[in-house]
């Protein structure tokens, strides 16, 4: 059997590796530096010491929806030896195992590099998704008190998740009502974005323990909903395939697959998961690779009924199944065994491939696909009803969606220092327009 699955909680998780020795702080001035935006082009580090960490692949950035690799993260590392029973604690983990495989990555030029430089390299990403995950980890932490040392709310985090997830919500939602050629990439833009972040350190136990479950649940609802209706899209122009443009079909339906896993895994049983079935039979109408998705992913495709099954209540399935009778049924004279003459009938006819039938629920007479690349694909098909759903969501919590409210980098320095433990802002040698564009890294 193996042990219980523990939480992804890690300060690291793919993007560097933060060499500082020290674990705590006496201030929030220790843990707070500026972040090195990805967007700046042949310009120097300002690290502090002062070395020029440039590499030749970032000499300048990708296109918005260029495919670009990246590092393993954390996560998944830690999850492939939990699901090896390995009972290695979180440091061993960090430099037995994922240390290792990080440098490795840095010293092949992993980071940033285009697919087609690695193709045994299944980490790959959407660059401005990959922006995205980096912006949503660092707004994580900006609405985490304890990150500031400060005496806020309880549940301050949970609430902060909630409005984060609600901006990527309304995000997708602009990006499927728009007439861009690029609609479906802008959309899976978001998608692939929030299911990495989501997976990521304790982002998913933040949310989940915000006293706020109603609204919780249908945020993941949501969140289900705009794979789905992305997927859709993705099949309706012809591209749900193994040989997609889309490179991280597998990683991404993957990410979503374990969030609802881990979902079940706290208890929840609820419609809020309803969806993960159909995004399994979207991975296997697309007949994608399970080895190309994360460490469960094969686990969680054949046995997506099964996602909060123990192993022994698995192990005990499966020879109950191998131990039923498969014995034909034989007739005797008192008692015989009679077939209809339309079965016997079919018997003899040869038998009909299996239609190709789409995942997608069935769109209305009026609409059509367009297939002309030049065109918006999928126009105006909305098979899984995002837009009825967003509506009623938005509707629900009206007027307040989103926003920045528990964003403690865009309280006003009296605020912060009103609520702060030593009575100063934590922020207040940070330039402000640091804390405007949101360039802060939390270690």
């Known amino acids: 059997m193996l042990p219980a699955k523990r939480q992804k909680t890690v300060r690291d998780s793919g993007a560097f590796i933060d060499h500082s020795d020290s674990d705590s702080s006496d201030s929030a001035f220790e843990s707070v530096r500026r972040h090195k935006s990805d967007k700046s082009k042949n310009k120097k580090s300002n690290d502090d010491?002062?070395?020029?960490?440039?590499?030749?692949?970032?000499?300048?950035?990708?296109?918005?929806?260029?495919?670009?690799?990246?590092?393993?993260?954390?996560?998944?590392?830690?999850?492939?030896?939990?699901?090896?029973?390995?009972?290695?604690?979180?440091?061993?983990?960090?430099?037995?195992?994922?240390?290792?495989?990080?440098?490795?990555?840095?010293?092949?030029?992993?980071?940033?590099?285009?697919?087609?430089?690695?193709?045994?390299?299944?980490?790959?990403?959407?660059?401005?998704?990959?922006l995205k995950t980096d912006l949503l980890r660092r707004k994580s932490s900006y609405c985490d008190p304890n990150a500031f040392g400060m005496n806020l709310y309880n549940d301050w985090r949970g609430w902060g998740m909630h409005e984060i997830s609600e901006n990527m919500m309304k995000e997708f939602d602009k990006a499927f009502r728009s007439k861009d050629v690029n609609r479906i990439e802008r959309m899976w833009v978001v998608v692939s974005a929030v299911?990495?972040?989501?997976?990521?350190?304790?982002?998913?136990?933040?949310?989940?323990?915000?006293?706020?479950?109603?609204?919780?649940?249908?945020?993941?609802?949501?969140?289900?909903?705009?794979?789905?209706?992305a997927l859709a899209a993705i099949e309706a122009a012809d591209e749900l395939k193994p040989d997609s443009r889309f490179l991280d079909l597998a990683l991404v339906i993957a990410y979503y697959l374990e969030l609802s896993h881990d979902i079940f895994a706290y208890g929840i049983e609820d419609e809020c998961t309803a969806w993960r079935k159909d995004a399994v039979e979207y991975f296997k109408k697309g007949n994608l690779n399970p080895d190309k998705g994360i460490f469960a992913t094969k686990m969680r495709i054949e046995k997506p009924e099964e996602v909060g099954a123990s192993e022994e209540e698995t192990d005990e399935e499966d020879e109950n199944a191998t131990t039923v009778q498969t014995t034909p049924a034989k007739g005797t004279a008192e008692n015989p065994v009679t077939i209809d003459d339309e079965v016997a009938n079919k018997e003899n006819k040869k038998p009909e491939a299996a239609p190709n039938t789409c995942v997608s629920p069935p769109l209305t007479p009026k609409v059509k696909r367009k297939r002309d690349a030049s065109s918006m694909e999928n126009k105006g098909t909305d098979p899984w009803k995002w837009a009825q759903k967003f509506a009623a969501y938005k509707k629900k919590h009206h007027p307040k969606l989103g926003g920045e409210h528990y964003d403690i980098t865009k309280m006003s320095s009296i605020d912060r220092e009103a609520v702060a433990f030593d009575g100063t802002d934590p922020l207040a040698n940070i330039p402000r327009k640091a804390l405007r564009e949101n360039l802060l890294d939390i270690a």
């Open 49 to 130: 010491d002062g070395k020029n960490t440039t590499s030749p692949n970032e000499a300048a950035a990708p296109a918005p929806h260029d495919y670009i690799c990246i590092h393993r993260p954390y996560f998944d590392v830690e999850g492939a030896e939990w699901l090896a029973s390995s009972y290695l604690d979180k440091e061993e983990v960090f430099n037995k195992c994922y240390k290792p495989i990080f440098e490795q990555e840095v010293k092949d030029g992993i980071y940033k590099a285009p697919p087609s430089e690695h193709k045994d390299h299944k980490w790959v990403m959407m660059w401005d998704a990959w």
């Open 195 to 229: 299911g990495l972040w989501i997976n990521e350190e304790d982002h998913l136990d933040a949310i989940m323990q915000c006293e706020d479950g109603e609204t919780t649940f249908e945020i993941f609802a949501l969140l289900g909903c705009s794979l789905l209706t």
